[in-house]
């Protein structure tokens, strides 16, 4: 079994890499239907379309303009998301998603975080980093 630690996790906007990431994540799902019909002993459902969303979570650096700043409400973006880094043959996940909502954690006690939210506009495939 091939583990892999989270230091090594990078997010990109197209070949772009977004600075000073902490975490992100993704979450995939699918709707589902009730199907079931009065008198069925068992309840029954039908599958929808799929979707995915998700969120990066980085240390915030204004001073990274084609990382966070390209981050805008609305935006539509090309997405990496590297859980391995991005070395030869390493898989990773990409879609192309919209910016839903970036909250800003301001702590007396710690860096000054930014969280960008998306969601995925089309499939989320994994490819293999190039040669």
Do not use: C, R
Request: aromatic share 6%; no cysteine; hydrophobic share 40%.
């Amino acid at each position: 079994m091939a583990l892999h630690h989270g230091k090594n996790g990078k997010v990109k906007i197209g070949s772009n890499l977004v600075a000073s990431t902490q975490k992100w994540s993704i979450n995939q799902n699918v709707e589902v239907a009730d199907a079931t019909a009065q008198g069925d002993a068992w309840q029954d459902h039908v599958v929808g379309i799929p979707g995915w969303s998700g969120s990066v979570e980085a240390l915030y650096d204004p001073a990274d303009t084609t990382g966070q700043v390209a981050l805008t409400i609305g935006a539509s973006v090309s997405l990496g998301l590297y859980s391995d880094g991005d070395g030869a043959s390493k898989k990773y996940y990409a879609g192309t998603a919209t910016v839903t909502s970036i909250p800003l954690e301001v702590d007396m006690k710690g860096p000054v975080k930014i969280t960008f939210n998306f969601q995925g506009k089309g499939a989320l495939d994994i490819e293999t980093v190039g040669a």
